[in-house]
């Protein structure tokens, strides 16, 4: 049973520019969450797509958007990138009828490093 | 609002004495409280939850955590450490579910000494 994963594991990009990460939830589960983790603090959401949509949304600029396909995978894109957007990008994902009892699982982040 | 604080970013012991991670939070209702583990360049492992089954949680890898709601606390606990336990270890809650948004701690770094 496949996890959460993402890609890119690593990338670098430079000031102004965009980047798009993308999550595949674990086995059943339709809900896909961003963390961001910048280095030395605790991840702080981002924001959560349920049904193709944006349901919650943590304090984060309108740079950061994301998009929720059919089949519940999910990107995050980021927009005119700043250095303090560089950080670990956690996905995690939710099955949304168990919301409440369920638990989130974690992929392994998309380290971006912003020069 | 919702916050988690976890005292002292950094925490030393030596293989089998006591661990202990302090974590306090602050909801405006029942909380979802966890913690979490992340070893490095890795994603984060749930260690354990609370349930309002048991103030007194068991988890993974001979942790444990108690509820103290009089103290607004939730600090982890292994009565032996090993130098496995080495990672960065994150106190979280929700008032939303346990699938749902999280809030977390900064983290704190347990380190093991041989």
């Known amino acids: 049973d496949a996890g959460v994963t993402q890609s890119p594991t690593h990338l670098i990009k430079t000031r102004g520019q965009q980047v798009t990460l993308r999550c595949s939830p674990k086995?059943?589960?339709?809900?896909v969450s961003w963390y961001q983790q910048a280095l030395g603090q605790g991840p702080q959401f981002i924001f959560q797509?349920?049904?193709?949509?944006?349901?919650q949304r943590g304090n984060f600029p309108d740079r950061f958007s994301g998009h929720q396909f059919p089949n519940y995978s999910s990107e995050l894109n980021v927009n005119a990138l700043l250095l303090g957007d560089s950080a670990l990008y956690l996905c995690?994902?939710?099955?949304?009828?168990?919301?409440?009892?369920?638990?989130?699982?974690f992929g392994e982040g998309s380290r971006l490093t912003v020069l | 609002a919702q916050s988690v604080t976890q005292l002292g970013s950094h925490v030393s012991v030596s293989e089998g004495a006591l661990v202990l991670l302090r974590c306090n939070y602050s909801?405006?209702?029942?909380?979802?409280l966890f913690w979490y583990v992340q070893y490095p360049n890795q994603g984060l492992q749930l260690l354990l939850k609370?349930?309002?089954?048991?103030?007194l949680v068991k988890g993974i890898n001979g942790f444990e955590a108690e509820f103290k709601k009089s103290e607004t606390s939730f600090h982890l606990t292994k009565p032996s450490a090993h130098m496995s336990d080495a990672a960065e270890y994150f106190c979280?809650?929700?008032?939303?579910?346990?699938?749902?948004?999280?809030?977390f701690g900064a983290g704190t770094i347990l380190r093991v000494k041989s």
């Open positions: 609370y349930t309002s089954a048991a103030t």
């Open positions: 995690a994902s939710s099955y949304y009828g168990q919301i409440v009892t369920g638990e989130l699982f």
């Open positions: 797509y349920y049904e193709e949509e944006e349901r």
């Open positions: 909801s405006s209702v029942p909380p979802y």
């Open positions: 979280a809650v929700s008032e939303l579910g346990y699938g749902n948004k999280l809030v």
């Open positions: 086995s059943g589960h339709d809900t």
